[in-house]
């Protein structure tokens, strides 16, 4: 997926399931270097 930096995108994260669903799959997020990814 591309984005593109004179465009604007919105980005909803439901953080509690996200956690719990990374929790149940034993996957580990970084979740500063997921808000910087999307910050940026």
Do not use: C, P, V
Not at 14 to 30: F, K, P, Q, V
């Amino acid at each position: 997926m591309a984005f593109y930096k004179d465009e604007r995108l919105m980005l909803f994260i439901d953080g509690a399931s996200l956690y719990s669903t990374a929790r149940s799959l034993d996957i580990e997020i970084d979740f500063r270097k997921l808000l910087t990814e999307f910050r940026n």
